[in-house]
């Protein structure tokens, strides 16, 4: 661990922060600046100039929606998959767990059946305290290894080891796991994430045919327990998360791509080593280790790049209450605030590219874009509760225009990521539109809401929010064997 610090100190800025250079400043200076100034004038100006923050937010994300649409129309010519030949280079997955004996063999059972299996197979197992040290001497013949050791091969499954580690968050346990792997490629899979059969061979086929390629994002699909929030929930992030994949396709188009999800997520091994690993101290490891990745990259002229695998898919565990999406939500934008914090240099800075001048400045952005949306509400009942009609007729002709433009694109974005991930969806046209209409009224303010609780986590520095239930895919997999079905 003491090497893995002292690579992290060396690569991270947030260490020995360098001086903010000017076009930063004034690109997030801009997007305060502007706020305040739309918001104030909400109260003395008339007409549609009255809800200039409301079309400023509007606006901007029409932009962003048609920006995607552009990146995205070559998946219409997309031809169908060919089998993957050729592939060479060790892979490594490593599972971290704390306190997941429930849904953990379930999770192994889709890495131990893959139709190109892992060469190595670690669990990462952050000091649980609940059955997991039973589960996995009773199913896997795994004796309890010495703390910071790797166990013994399990006796079944010669690729499988047990990590003991104590209980130190997430990111200390991958990190544990990460300087006991040997492969040429890791890939890290949350124990409550269930991997495609043939995902482990697309990531190994990526990696050995693209040598610059540093970071890849399977494609994943929520799943949601059963109940009855948990079901409106499954059907507005099933939606949600089409859209945002294919943004990532977008964005790794113009090699900007910084979002690589934890939950299933391959590297190359020496370039975490080179940087340090994963940090314990963000809210969010994984988006800030492609900060430091792209960052250590550039400096050091690698010509690193990353990319989202449309043919490497998963299913993972998503919120099923209002309270663990607020959470959830909370943590993933305090963490993006504090990675936009540290890494605040790189925003605007053309030797980056295209990601220090456009992804960037972006997200920039987007550290204030839900206060945008929230504001526009509030300025919205601002003007019905004082009566000025004319007015809100003219926000519900804009909100009317927008609608049509986000069900034109939601529809067609369905279609482009069926055509991509080469399956179904789980999606159905009617609930597709109705989704549409209903999500601006209802999911995408809890989604603001999130957001003004990772304000409060980032500004306060608090670490945690709670865990999340597992009983979605708990209630997927058979209930004899624990195999997942179909």
């Known amino acids: 661990m003491v090497f893995l610090d002292q690579a992290l100190r060396a690569a991270s800025p947030r260490y020995s922060p360098p001086p903010t250079p000017l076009a930063s400043v004034l690109i997030h200076g801009a997007v305060v600046g502007l706020w305040v100034g739309l918001f104030v004038s909400a109260f003395w100006l008339h007409g549609l100039f009255a809800w200039s923050v409301g079309v400023v937010y509007v606006v901007y994300d029409t932009?962003?929606?048609l920006f995607v649409t552009w990146q995205t129309r070559e998946l219409w010519r997309l031809r169908p998959a060919t089998p993957l030949t050729g592939a060479h280079g060790s892979v490594g997955v490593i599972v971290a767990a704390y306190n997941e004996?429930?849904?953990?063999?379930?999770?192994?059972?889709?890495?131990?059946?893959?139709?190109?299996?892992p060469d190595q197979i670690l669990i990462a197992d952050d000091g649980s305290t609940d059955e997991t040290p039973a589960m996995l001497r009773r199913l896997y013949g795994l004796l309890p290894p010495a703390i910071g050791t790797a166990s013994a091969p399990s006796p079944d499954h010669p690729s499988l080891r047990w990590v003991r580690l104590p209980h130190a968050?997430?990111?200390r346990a991958l990190n544990g796991a990460l300087l006991l792997m040997e492969t040429d490629t890791v890939i890290t899979v949350d124990a409550d994430t269930l991997l495609d059969r043939k995902a482990i061979g697309v990531m190994r086929h990526a990696f050995s045919s693209e040598p610059q390629l540093v970071a890849a994002t399977g494609v994943l699909t929520p799943v949601c327990g059963p109940s009855t929030a948990g079901r409106v929930l499954h059907w507005f992030q099933t939606y949600e998360y089409i859209r945002n994949f294919l943004s990532r396709y977008a964005w790794a188009r113009v090699d900007s791509l910084l979002l690589i999800s934890g939950a299933f997520a391959g590297f190359r091994r020496q370039a975490l080593l080179d940087v340090g690993g994963f940090d314990p101290d963000c809210l969010v490891e994984d988006y800030e280790l492609i900060h430091r990745l792209r960052r250590y990259g550039a400096t050091h002229r690698l010509g690193w790049r990353t990319a989202v695998l449309g043919r490497a898919q998963a299913r993972t565990a998503a919120p099923s209450t209002l309270a663990t999406f607020l959470r959830q939500r909370g943590r993933w934008f305090g963490g993006f605030l504090q990675t936009q914090y540290?890494?605040?240099?790189?925003?605007?800075?053309?030797?980056?590219?295209?990601?220090?001048?456009?992804?960037?400045?972006?997200?920039?952005?987007?550290?204030?874009?839900?206060?945008?949306?929230?504001?526009?509400?509030?300025?919205?009942?601002?003007?019905?509760?004082?009566g000025r009609l004319?007015?809100?007729?003219l926000i519900a002709g804009v909100i009317g225009i927008k609608l049509a433009i986000d069900l034109t694109f939601h529809l067609w974005s369905i279609h482009l990521y069926r055509r991509w991930v080469g399956g179904q969806t789980g999606t159905h046209l009617g609930y597709a539109v109705l989704a549409a209409l209903a999500e601006p009224f209802?999911?995408?303010?809890?989604?603001?809401g999130g957001a003004a609780l990772g304000w409060l986590l980032f500004l306060t520095g608090r670490r945690g929010w709670g865990r999340q239930s597992r009983l979605g895919l708990v209630a997927e997999a058979d209930p004899v064997s624990n195999a997942p079905r179909g």
């Open 63 to 65: 932009a962003l929606l």
């Open 101 to 117: 004996a429930a849904v953990l063999p379930i999770t192994l059972a889709t890495l131990l059946e893959q139709t190109a299996p």
């Open 169 to 171: 968050g997430k990111a």
């Open 342 to 386: 540290w890494y605040r240099d790189m925003v605007g800075d053309r030797r980056y590219g295209w990601l220090g001048i456009a992804m960037l400045p972006v997200k920039a952005i987007d550290t204030l874009q839900p206060i945008y949306g929230l504001s526009a509400l509030v300025v919205l009942f601002a003007h019905l509760l004082t």
């Open 390 to 393: 004319s007015i809100v007729g």
């Open 442 to 448: 209802s999911f995408q303010i809890l989604r603001h």
